[in-house]
T-cell receptor
Framework: AQKITQTQPGMFVQEKEAVTLDCTYD???????LFWYKQPSSGEMIFLIYQGSYDQQNATEGRYSLNFQKARKSANLVISASQLGDSAMYFC????????????FGKGITLSVRP | DAMVIQNPRYQVTQFGKPVTLSCSQT?????MYWYQQKSSQAPKLLFH???????NEADTPDNFQSRRPNTSFCFLDIRSPGLGDAAMYLC?????????????FGPGTRLLVL
């Protein structure tokens, strides 16, 4: 069975600093995709970044980068130069191949950016 | 801009009164999903359509139904809403099913059951 674990309590970061949000996963499939989503208080789930299990390079998208450590089964999200608008809930998710390849979400982490 | 649209953004219904939530997409994606998200929890997949092929999750109550009349639209019908069905309902789409396929979400509909 697939599982995503996000155990950090609410995170706080000072504006303009970098922050790392932790995510570990468990799967027996060699092929999988890892995703990070941001959910502000408005409720919309915003796609941030994707990492494939066979990708050699860590994914980057603007201020977001994914620290992918396959042997440790971790996929931490790094947000550089935090902005006030980054305050939100962040979900790590995994998808496996197959006809019913559902997106398995972690419980999420709340990030608060302080001015 | 291509996007996923949900209407209404807020829905109030009475206990037991049927309600329909709407989702439309301009991405021309083959797959459309419905998720239920309760407060402070992760989204929970209810079902999805791959083209016209309906795929129900094993633990989705019979009270929840879905229709996809065409590629662009998908509806979530709650036949007899209970107080426990109050939640955010999120629609998502993806090009195909598969490990590398990103799901794009709409803004959600917050359902309140009185």
């Amino acid at each position: 069975a697939q599982k995503i674990t996000q155990t950090q309590p609410g995170m706080f970061v000072q504006e303009k600093e970098a922050v790392t949000l932790d995510c570990t996963y468990d799967t027996s499939d060699p092929s999988y995709g890892l995703f990070w989503y941001k959910q502000p208080s408005s409720g919309e789930m915003i796609f941030l970044i994707y990492q494939g299990s066979y990708d050699q390079q860590n994914a980057t998208e603007g201020r977001y980068s994914l620290n992918f450590q396959k042997a440790r089964k971790s996929a931490n999200l790094v947000i550089s130069a935090s902005q006030l608008g980054d305050s939100a809930m962040y979900f790590c998710a995994m998808r496996n191949p197959g006809a019913n390849s559902k997106l398995t979400f972690g419980k999420g982490i709340t990030l608060s950016v302080r001015p | 801009d291509a996007m996923v649209i949900q209407n209404p953004r807020y829905q109030v219904t009475q206990f037991g009164k049927p309600v329909t939530l709407s989702c439309s997409q301009t991405l021309n994606h083959n797959v459309m999903y419905w998720y239920q998200q309760k407060s402070s929890q992760a989204p929970k997949l209810l079902f999805h359509y791959y083209d016209k092929d309906f795929n129900n999750e094993a633990d989705t109550p019979d009270n929840f139904q879905s229709r996809r009349p065409n590629t662009s639209f998908c509806f979530l019908d709650i036949r007899s809403p209970g107080l426990g069905d109050a939640a955010m309902y999120l629609c998502a789409t993806s090009t195909r099913r598969g490990a590398g396929e990103t799901q794009y979400f709409g803004p959600g509909t917050r359902l309140l059951v009185l």
